[in-house]
């Protein structure tokens, strides 16, 4: 029996029926409030029975309160199907060969309305189908590696991508492309930076803020900007392409290692922290702004290390933090810890029993700062010296996640910790600077006269 009233219940459904209107017909509906017409979608399961939800002829939803309606009129029906369909990639003698490499997230989704939650479902192959200006761009082959949100992402996918990577780059492939959930793109771009070295070809991780079932949706255009730097860039490095502005003016290529989402819905969410991105790029190429990065070589040969050590820890350090904190770890197993410390590089006297204790266990532990932008010093309080003589390493300005997962890398190498430390202060693809150039670091703060100034003849 076919559900006309997918996922309502209670006053809702109710209104519904009273009505005589179904789910995904065309409706007018009259409230109180004003008028709308849309199509009625289903609701999500767990939803209440207080809302009718429609999706407006702009392409949003929005939820109507039963308790304001006062007529509504079913004006068509026609179920909709929200699936993209396959379409062989057509192949261009002379273009570009590029490998797009499918792990989930944003940038290949549906949105479930079961659940009312954006899903992984989208094959790499259905991308093509929903963005046919990527044919003009190379030819492209396609592979589903994962099919998870990006906080599923984690070592076993980092190896199994570096892996990856490394037999396309023999088989001669001319660039790759990583669809990648935003919210932990940039531990993956850093893990793969350590795991794949010397690269002959651009490995350009990409993503999306927003479904690719809404109207501001930036999917389209970063794959488009992706596939353009993987198949024309000379930037043979691990990129991470997302918007620059928040408009669709262009994109910024960041490095792997100095790249973090600095927003939880801007599409201009990426942000490279400590140093400026390598480039921009839009439909008709890349414009380097940097010209310090390994460049696109003819050969094939690249280092692929995809280790990695699980037992490692990242403690973002706050006021009155316990050493239950670094004790519990200790007692679990745990190989290696990162602390993202207050200032320069600090933390309270009560831990120093725990770091002591880290120090005799043989437990690495590195500093980073919490404050992004910086280095750590450690020599200028007696805080920071009496950390060090307990143990504590300085991780110069590599960020608190790029440590993170380089200390994972270095610990599923070797358990020596002078080649440990040996690893993670030997910079590796910008994960550590001699120094910030004067412009790495720029944070406005509105409602000043100089800054809204400058904001008027900027974009976003």
Same mark, same amino acid.
């Given at each position: 029996?076919?559900?006309?009233?997918?996922?309502?219940?209670?006053?809702?459904?109710?209104?519904?029926?009273?009505?005589?209107?179904?789910?995904?017909?065309?409706?007018?509906?009259?409230?109180?409030?004003?008028?709308?017409?849309?199509?009625?979608?289903?609701?999500?399961?767990?939803?209440?029975?207080?809302?009718?939800?429609?999706?407006?002829?702009?392409?949003?939803?929005?939820?109507?309160?039963?308790?304001?309606?006062?007529?509504?009129?079913?004006?068509?029906?026609?179920?909709?199907?929200?699936?993209?369909?396959?379409?062989?990639?057509?192949?261009?003698?002379?273009?570009?060969?590029?490998?797009?490499?499918?792990?989930?997230?944003?940038?290949?989704?549906?949105?479930?309305?079961?659940?009312?939650?954006?899903?992984?479902?989208?094959?790499?192959?259905?991308?093509?189908?929903?963005?046919?200006?990527?044919?003009?761009?190379?030819?492209?082959?396609?592979?589903?590696?994962?099919?998870?949100?990006?906080?599923?992402?984690?070592?076993?996918?980092?190896?199994?991508?570096?892996?990856?990577?490394?037999?396309?780059?023999?088989?001669?492939?001319?660039?790759?492309?990583?669809?990648?959930?935003?919210?932990?793109?940039?531990?993956?771009?850093?893990?793969?930076?350590?795991?794949?070295?010397?690269?002959?070809?651009?490995?350009?991780?990409?993503?999306?803020?927003?479904?690719?079932?809404?109207?501001?949706?930036?999917?389209?255009?970063?794959?488009?900007?992706?596939?353009?730097?993987?198949?024309?860039?000379?930037?043979?490095?691990?990129?991470?392409?997302?918007?620059?502005?928040?408009?669709?003016?262009?994109?910024?290529?960041?490095?792997?290692?100095?790249?973090?989402?600095?927003?939880?819905?801007?599409?201009?969410?990426?942000?490279?922290?400590?140093?400026?991105?390598?480039?921009?790029?839009?439909?008709?190429?890349?414009?380097?702004?940097?010209?310090?990065?390994?460049?696109?070589?003819?050969?094939?040969?690249?280092?692929?290390?995809?280790?990695?050590?699980?037992?490692?820890?990242?403690?973002?350090?706050?006021?009155?933090?316990?050493?239950?904190?670094?004790?519990?770890?200790? /007692?679990?197993?745990?190989? @290696? &810890? !990162?602390? $993202?410390?207050?200032? %320069?590089?600090? +933390?309270?006297?009560?831990?120093?029993?725990?770091?002591?204790?880290?120090?005799?266990?043989?437990?690495?532990?590195?500093?980073?700062?919490?404050?992004?932008?910086?280095?750590?010093?450690?020599?200028?309080?007696?805080?920071?010296? /009496?950390?060090?003589?307990? @143990? &504590? !390493?300085? $991780?110069?300005?590599? %960020?608190?996640? +790029?440590?993170?997962?380089?200390?994972?890398?270095?610990?599923?190498?070797?358990?020596?910790?002078?080649?440990?430390?040996?690893?993670?202060?030997?910079?590796?693809?910008?994960?550590?600077?001699?120094?910030?150039?004067?412009?790495?670091?720029?944070?406005?703060? @509105?409602? !000043?006269?100089?800054?809204?100034?400058?904001?008027?003849?900027?974009?976003?």
């Amino acid at each position: 029996m076919i559900d006309l009233f997918k996922g309502y219940k209670g006053q809702a459904l109710s209104v519904l029926k009273n009505f005589k209107v179904r789910v995904w017909s065309d409706a007018e509906v009259k409230t109180t409030r004003g008028n709308f017409n849309g199509i009625i979608l289903p609701r999500s399961e767990n939803d209440d029975d207080l809302h009718i939800v429609l999706k407006l002829a702009t392409g949003y939803n929005v939820g109507v309160d039963v308790n304001t309606i006062t007529d509504m009129k079913e004006i068509g029906y026609k179920e909709a199907h929200y699936k993209i369909p396959e379409k062989e990639f057509p192949f261009t003698e002379g273009k570009p060969n590029i490998k797009l490499l499918g792990t989930g997230g944003t940038i290949a989704s549906r949105l479930d309305y079961r659940t009312g939650a954006v899903i992984p479902a989208f094959s790499p192959g259905e991308l093509y189908g929903a963005v046919p200006e990527l044919a003009d761009i190379c030819n492209l082959q396609t592979e589903k590696l994962f099919a998870v949100f990006s906080e599923n992402m984690g070592p076993d996918q980092y190896k199994k991508l570096a892996i990856a990577i490394g037999k396309e780059i023999e088989k001669g492939i001319d660039g790759i492309v990583i669809g990648h959930g935003t919210d932990t793109l940039h531990h993956t771009a850093a893990a793969l930076s350590f795991m794949i070295q010397n690269s002959p070809i651009p490995i350009v991780l990409v993503g999306s803020q927003r479904s690719s079932d809404r109207p501001s949706s930036d999917a389209a255009l970063n794959l488009i900007h992706a596939t353009t730097t993987a198949a024309t860039s000379d930037i043979a490095e691990v990129l991470v392409c997302m918007f620059g502005p928040t408009s669709d003016e262009y994109g910024l290529l960041h490095r792997g290692t100095r790249v973090r989402k600095m927003h939880s819905s801007y599409r201009s969410t990426f942000r490279t922290i400590g140093d400026i991105p390598l480039a921009t790029v839009t439909r008709d190429g890349v414009v380097p702004i940097k010209n310090n990065y390994n460049y696109r070589r003819n050969d094939k040969k690249v280092k692929i290390l995809p280790y990695f050590e699980e037992k490692v820890a990242l403690i973002y350090y706050y006021p009155n933090m316990q050493p239950d904190m670094i004790y519990s770890l200790i /007692d679990n197993g745990y190989k @290696g &810890i !990162i602390i $993202a410390g207050t200032g %320069l590089g600090h +933390v309270n006297k009560p831990l120093y029993p725990a770091i002591r204790k880290c120090k005799e266990k043989g437990i690495p532990v590195y500093m980073t700062v919490q404050t992004l932008w910086g280095f750590v010093h450690m020599f200028v309080y007696d805080t920071g010296r /009496d950390l060090m003589s307990y @143990g &504590i !390493i300085p $991780a110069e300005n590599m %960020l608190p996640e +790029v440590a993170y997962i380089k200390l994972g890398w270095a610990l599923g190498q070797t358990n020596d910790l002078e080649k440990v430390k040996e690893l993670m202060l030997t910079p590796i693809a910008g994960d550590i600077t001699k120094r910030e150039p004067y412009n790495g670091y720029l944070v406005y703060q @509105g409602g !000043i006269p100089e800054v809204e100034e400058f904001i008027k003849k900027v974009h976003k």
